[in-house]
């Protein structure tokens, strides 16, 4: 056996191994309570949206590779005249019997592969167990949404693991719990205006164009939006419904003004406070779903803007998960800094 398992240490360095063993189990315990309960503080319209706020070129956090730096100027694709209706197409799908679900996907056409059929229904299946996804809108459109094509090919074999996934330039497909938690809060309705910011991958707005006829979504990282643009005119012609989203080159904290306001806003990149652009433009009555918190730990978060008796705005916030803590890439600027609030 090594010598280096009797190596023999002071009573000293036994003590302060000790003291730091014990100070980090009460940091791990505590610290993220501490954090999560603040984070759900409910802070006025005004406070919400008023104030500075600058680019810190420090630090970040989540899962990262590679350089996640900035883009060219704005752009914009133009969509097809004709808008097809994704979510009227998932209403006739059955989701009772795995068998019935299989055949009436063989029926479509699309030639999804059939393992991966089983592992997506698999994966539909524990995620109504978890209450990950609630509504039958929500499991048609993940049911409808084929991971397979949007997970990159460095990932193969891990196409339906219940985890992040890199997909270059520093970016990530989210966990496919997380995807579903997220959509599944924002409850989505037919016609409704939803705005995504941080297409990455493609996956989230690809579920979305099952829930609605009108997806905005915005991706930063210029080779990233060049690469899923391409994926989606791929998928098209199989996939119909991709042909709805609209997407954009640019930075997402200022949201997409031109189309605003928007019923349902969904962010997929953490940040230590909500944007006061984002807020603005999701309108009275609508939701708010983002990754909220400090560098290293996030906690899902649902933000809700309401119209007050007194013909004010008033925000609440709610933790999904309870407390559960995850962590997604930061919030990236057009100089590839992480956006903060001001000091």
Same mark, same amino acid.
């Given at each position: 056996?090594?010598?280096?398992?009797?190596?023999?240490?002071?009573?000293?360095?036994?003590?302060?191994?000790?003291?730091?063993?014990?100070?980090?189990?009460?940091?791990?315990?505590?610290?993220?309570? %501490?954090?999560?309960?603040?984070?759900?503080?409910?802070?006025?319209?005004?406070?919400?949206?008023?104030?500075?706020?600058?680019?810190?070129?420090?630090?970040?956090?989540?899962?990262?590779?590679?350089?996640?730096?900035?883009?060219?100027?704005?752009?914009?694709?133009?969509?097809?005249?004709?808008?097809?209706?994704?979510?009227?197409?998932?209403?006739?799908?059955?989701?009772?019997? =795995?068998? $019935?679900?299989?055949?009436?996907?063989?029926?479509?056409?699309?030639? $999804?592969?059939?393992?991966?059929?089983?592992?997506?229904?698999?994966?539909?299946?524990?995620?109504?167990?978890?209450?990950?996804?609630?509504?039958?809108?929500?499991?048609?459109?993940?049911?409808?949404?084929?991971?397979?094509?949007?997970?990159?090919?460095?990932?193969?074999?891990?196409?339906?693991?219940?985890?992040?996934?890199?997909?270059?330039?520093?970016?990530?497909?989210?966990?496919? $719990?997380?995807?579903? %938690? %997220?959509?599944?809060?924002?409850?989505? =309705?037919?016609?409704?205006?939803?705005?995504?910011?941080?297409?990455?991958?493609?996956?989230?707005?690809?579920?979305?164009?099952?829930?609605?006829?009108?997806?905005?979504?915005?991706?930063?990282?210029?080779?990233?939006?060049?690469?899923?643009?391409?994926?989606?005119?791929?998928?098209?012609?199989?996939?119909?419904?991709?042909?709805?989203?609209?997407?954009?080159?640019?930075?997402?904290?200022?949201?997409?003004?031109?189309?605003?306001?928007?019923? =349902?806003?969904?962010?997929?990149?953490?940040?230590?406070?909500?944007?006061?652009?984002?807020?603005?433009?999701?309108?009275?009555?609508?939701? %708010?779903?983002?990754?909220?918190?400090?560098?290293?730990?996030?906690?899902?978060?649902?933000?809700?803007?309401?119209?007050?008796?007194?013909?004010?705005?008033?925000?609440?916030?709610?933790?999904?998960?309870?407390?559960?803590?995850?962590?997604?890439?930061?919030?990236?600027?057009?100089?590839?800094?992480?956006?903060?609030?001001?000091?």
């Amino acid at each position: 056996m090594s010598a280096l398992y009797y190596r023999t240490v002071s009573l000293g360095a036994v003590l302060a191994l000790a003291g730091s063993l014990g100070a980090g189990f009460i940091l791990g315990a505590f610290l993220p309570r %501490m954090v999560s309960a603040r984070s759900e503080r409910v802070v006025s319209y005004e406070e919400a949206v008023a104030g500075p706020v600058q680019g810190d070129a420090g630090g970040g956090s989540g899962p990262v590779e590679g350089d996640a730096g900035g883009s060219g100027p704005d752009a914009e694709i133009p969509l097809s005249a004709e808008i097809y209706d994704g979510p009227g197409f998932a209403r006739s799908m059955p989701i009772d019997r =795995k068998e $019935d679900w299989i055949a009436w996907m063989r029926e479509g056409g699309r030639g $999804d592969s059939p393992a991966f059929m089983e592992e997506r229904w698999a994966l539909a299946g524990a995620f109504v167990q978890s209450g990950e996804l609630k509504r039958p809108e929500d499991v048609r459109a993940f049911l409808l949404s084929p991971r397979e094509h949007f997970v990159r090919a460095r990932n193969r074999g891990y196409e339906y693991a219940d985890t992040w996934l890199s997909i270059g330039y520093g970016a990530t497909i989210t966990d496919p $719990d997380v995807v579903a %938690m %997220m959509t599944t809060t924002l409850e989505i =309705k037919p016609g409704e205006k939803v705005l995504e910011i941080g297409t990455g991958s493609g996956y989230q707005s690809a579920i979305l164009s099952y829930l609605t006829t009108n997806v905005y979504t915005i991706e930063i990282i210029e080779p990233l939006f060049i690469e899923t643009d391409r994926l989606y005119r791929d998928l098209e012609a199989a996939f119909p419904s991709y042909s709805v989203i609209k997407r954009k080159l640019g930075d997402g904290y200022y949201g997409w003004e031109e189309y605003a306001p928007f019923d =349902k806003i969904l962010v997929t990149c953490s940040i230590d406070h909500i944007p006061p652009p984002l807020l603005k433009q999701l309108k009275t009555g609508g939701v %708010m779903v983002l990754p909220l918190g400090p560098p290293g730990r996030q906690y899902i978060m649902e933000v809700k803007k309401e119209a007050s008796e007194d013909g004010g705005v008033t925000l609440s916030r709610r933790d999904v998960y309870n407390g559960m803590s995850v962590r997604f890439i930061p919030f990236r600027n057009e100089a590839g800094g992480s956006y903060s609030a001001s000091p």
